[in-house]
């Protein structure tokens, strides 16, 4: 059996880049969590990009989701600030391939929403540039639409509306905040589309860079 981890060791400095990179990233838009998941020598890292902000909001869950190799196998599955990791990839040399594991760890809610790992149906492909144009779009109306100190309640009401809406120019149901996340988390690839994959509640949206995961609410399945 693969050992418990206290450390993530990479094959080579690269992917501990990129993996600082996906904190990085992630911060930018919900200094939060990140799960990070392994049963083998593969590292799944989680980070949610948009969460209903009460039981029962009719708003999807968005998930971003990075995968690097890890060299030797391990079995984890914890979940930690997004700051205590960075705070651990900044202390490390230029060339490091390992890092430690924070051992404080923190409760969120959608750490407990597991996306399928097999069954997906493919639906669409969509290319960078309509997922890009929808997230920045999308930004631009957030920014309209909030007044200087606005309150909690509509921060959340305008989010929902802008990003639960469907992306336009696509066959499919995927939100805008799944072409946020893929824009602000680096998934977006010029050189190939993204494609649109559905099972059940979920669509994912992939692409060589990683993956959005939306669990859409029980009114839009």
């Known amino acids: ?28 838009v919900d200094d939060g969590a ?17 969460k209903p902000s009460f039981l029962g909001q009719d708003s999807p869950t968005i998930m971003g989701l990075r995968t690097m190799p890890l060299g030797r196998p391990i ?7 997004l700051a205590s990791m960075a705070d651990r990839m900044a202390r490390l040399a230029y060339d490091a391939v390992a ?37 920045l779009e999308g930004i631009r109306e957030v920014s309209l639409a909030l007044p ?20 336009k120019g696509t066959s499919t149901a995927l939100p805008a905040g ?19 994959l559905e099972n059940g509640r979920w669509l994912r949206l992939s692409s060589r860079r990683g993956h959005v995961l939306v669990r859409r609410p029980a009114s839009l399945a």
């Open 148 to 167: 200087n100190n606005a309150g909690a309640p509509l921060i959340s009401s305008v989010r929902n509306t802008v990003w639960g809406a469907p992306i």
């Open 34 to 50: 990140v799960r990070l998941e392994a049963n083998g020598t593969v590292l799944a890292a989680y980070v949610c990009v948009i």
């Open 99 to 135: 890092v430690s594991v924070p051992d404080v760890t923190v409760q969120e809610a959608w750490t407990g929403i597991t996306a399928p790992r097999s069954g997906w149906r493919p639906l669409d492909e969509v290319r960078a540039e309509t997922l890009e144009a929808a997230a």
């Open 75 to 81: 079995v984890l599955d914890t979940t930690v600030s």
């Open 178 to 196: 799944a072409a946020f996340a893929a824009y602000t988390l680096g998934f977006l690839d010029r050189e190939e589309p993204a494609v649109v």
């Open 1 to 28: 059996m693969s050992p418990r981890a206290d450390e993530l060791e990479f094959p080579d400095s690269q992917v501990t880049k990129d993996l600082n990179t996906f904190i990085t990233r992630s911060r930018t």
